[in-house]
C-alpha cells in the first residue's frame, strides 16, 4: 500500500541504537529526507517510512532492532522500513528473516540510502528485502551532504569512522571498517551551516576520534579551525581512546575558551592482564599518568569512563583491581558494560567466561560507585560561578543545561533561557542536578 494520498506529504520516522556517531548520521539522513520532501515524525506515530540506525555492539542492540520493527509495524503496518548502520553489516543475514523489513543497507552505502529508496508515491511493502551490502569499505578520505537535522542546542558533528585498533572484544571494525577521516574543508562547511542553524555547541563525533589525519591535520588542527567558526560557543570532544590523546591537546584545553574541560577515555578494565587479553594498548600506569596529568592541567575537568564487566578471565582479583582504580581516580561518571560475546571476534572464542549472576552483581556495585561519584563531583562545584548552556525546561519548569565540564545543571527562571549560556552560581545538589541562581 502507498502513503495516504491525501497528505501532502509522507511521512518518515528515524530511530538510532546506539552511539553518538550513529545519532550524527541520522540526523544527516532526517536533513536529507527533509530536503526530499519527507514529513519528519516522532516515536510512535503512525509513518510511512521508518529508517532504523542499528547497532552491533552487543546483543541487546540488535534485539532492539528486531523490536523496534515489529513495533512499528504494529501501529503502521504499510510502513515501508529500511535498516541500516552496524548490525545491517555485520547481520545481514540475519536481518533477512525478520518480517517486515524492505531494505538493508550496508555501511559503503549508509549515507547515500534515500537515494536506494523508492518514490515517495510508490513506498510498499517487498516481499522480500533487498540487501545493499558489499564485504569491503572504501578507505579513502570521505564527504557528507548537508547538515545533521537536530532538535536540541547541541549538535554532533562527524569527523572520522572506522578503526583499526582491533580490540579483541569489539565488532566495530568489521562493521566499519578501516579508519577514515572526513575531509577538513567538508567538516568546517557542516559545522558553519550547524550554527547558522542556531547551534552554538558541536560534539566532535568519530569512532576513533583520536586518530582523525586529513592531510597534515591532525585533531588539534580541526579543532583550532572549527574554533574559529563565527557564532561557535563550544567545541566538545566525545569519547576518545587514551593512547591517542598527546600532550598538546590536553595543554591546549587547559588554556581555551571554547573547547570543554571534559574527557571520556574508556578505560574498559583496571587490570593489566585482562587489559592485554582485550589487545588494548596501554596499562594501567599510562592510563593513570594521562588521568593525573589532565587533572593537574585542568582541576575542574569532567572526567568520564567505560568499564566492561565480566571479560572473560575476569576473577575476584581482576574485578578488585577495576573497581580500586575508579575509586581511586576523579571520575564524575562511569559508563558500565557487560561481557557481550560478538561473533568473529577474538574474545568470541575464549573459554573461560564469568557467569551472568556475578556480571550482574559487579555492573551494579561499578554503577553505584559511579552515580557516588558523581553526586561528589556535583558537590564540589557548590559555591563555584559556573557557565551553563541552557537548552530546555524539565517537568518540573526548571530550566537545564550543561556547563563545560559535562554537569548538568537547572534552576528556575522567568526569562527564557533556551540556547542561552549563562553565569550560574550552584547553591545546591537535587534531583540529579547542580542547581543554582543565575548571575547578572
Known amino acids: 500500500m502507498r502513503f495516504d494520498q491525501t497528505r501532502d506529504r509522507p511521512r518518515a520516522s528515524l530511530h538510532t541504537i546506539g552511539c553518538r556517531l550513529n545519532q550524527a548520521e541520522t540526523a544527516l539522513l532526517a536533513d536529507r529526507l527533509k530536503e526530499d520532501g519527507y514529513e519528519l515524525v516522532g516515536p ?36 515501508f522500513v529500511a535498516v541500516t548502520g552496524c548490525y545491517a553489516q555485520t547481520g545481514s543475514e540475519a536481518l533477512r528473516q525478520v518480517p517486515g523489513i524492505d531494505l538493508i543497507v550496508g555501511t559503503q552505502f549508509k549515507m547515500q540510502l534515500p537515494d536506494y529508496l523508492p518514490q515517495p508515491t510508490s513506498l510498499r511493502k517487498q516481499p522480500a528485502p533487498q540487501l545493499l551490502h558489499t564485504r569491503k569499505i572504501d578507505r579513502h578520505d570521505f564527504v557528507l551532504s548537508g547538515a545533521g537535522d537536530y532538535e536540541t542546542q547541541r549538535a554532533n558533528l562527524k569527523i572520522q569512522d572506522g578503526c583499526n585498533f582491533m580490540c579483541s572484544f569489539c565488532l566495530i571494525p568489521f562493521a566499519r571498517g578501516h579508519e577514515r577521516s572526513r575531509r577538513l574543508d567538508d567538516v568546517l562547511r557542516e559545522a558553519e551551516s550547524l550554527v547558522e542553524r542556531g547551534h552554538r555547541e558541536l560534539v566532535l563525533t568519530g569512532v576513533n576520534l583520536g586518530q582523525y589525519a586529513c592531510g597534515e591535520h591532525a585533531l588539534l588542527d580541526l579543532i583550532k579551525k572549527l ?19 598527546p600532550d598538546e591537546l590536553l595543554d591546549y584545553m587547559a588554556g581555551s575558551q571554547k573547547l570543554c574541560r ?66 581511586d581516580l576523579p571520575f564524575a561518571y562511569c559508563h558500565v558494560f557487560s561481557f557481550s560475546k560478538r561473533p568473529g571476534t577474538a574474545a568470541s572464542r575464549m573459554t573461560n567466561t564469568v557467569p551472568a549472576a556475578i556480571v550482574k552483581e559487579r555492573s551494579r556495585r561499578l554503577a553505584d560507585l559511579s552515580r557516588a561519584k558523581r553526586l561528589a563531583f556535583y558537590q564540589h562545584q557548590v559555591g563555584r560561578t559556573v557557565r551553563v548552556l541552557f537548552e530546555t525546561k524539565d517537568a518540573d519548569g526548571r530550566w537545564t543545561g550543561l556547563t563545560g565540564n559535562y554537569i548538568r545543571t537547572g534552576l528556575v527562571a522567568a526569562r527564557d533561557l533556551t540556547n542561552r549560556l549563562e553565569n550560574v552560581l550552584v547553591t545546591g545538589v537535587m534531583d540529579g542536578l547542580a542547581v543554582g541562581q543565575l548571575q547578572l
Not at 45 to 71: F, K, M, Y
Not at 234 to 242: F, L, N
Not at 312 to 326: D, V, W
Open 262 to 327: 571534559h574527557l571520556h577515555v574508556p578505560l574498559q578494565s583496571g587490570d593489566d592482564g585482562i587489559l592485554s587479553a582485550m589487545n588494548r594498548r596501554y596499562g594501567v600506569r599510562d592510563y593513570t599518568k594521562l588521568i593525573e596529568k589532565a587533572v593537574r592541567l585542568m582541576p575542574d575537568i569532567g572526567l568520564g569512563t567505560d568499564i566492561m564487566v565480566g571479560f572473560p578471565g575476569e576473577g575476584e582479583r581482576e574485578f578488585a583491581n577495576t573497581k580500586s582504580i575508579l575509586t
Open 44 to 79: 510512535g506515530q503512525p509513518t510511512d517510512l521508518l529508517v532504523l540506525n542499528t547497532c552491533s555492539v552487543t546483543e541487546n542492540a540488535e534485539a532492539d532492532c528486531r523490536h523496534l520493527v515489529r513495533r512499528t509495524l504494529q501501529r503502521s503496518p504499510h510502513a
Open 227 to 245: 574554533e574559529q567558526v563565527q557564532g561557535l560557543a563550544r567545541i566538545r570532544i566525545s569519547s576518545i581512546e587514551p593512547t591517542t590523546i
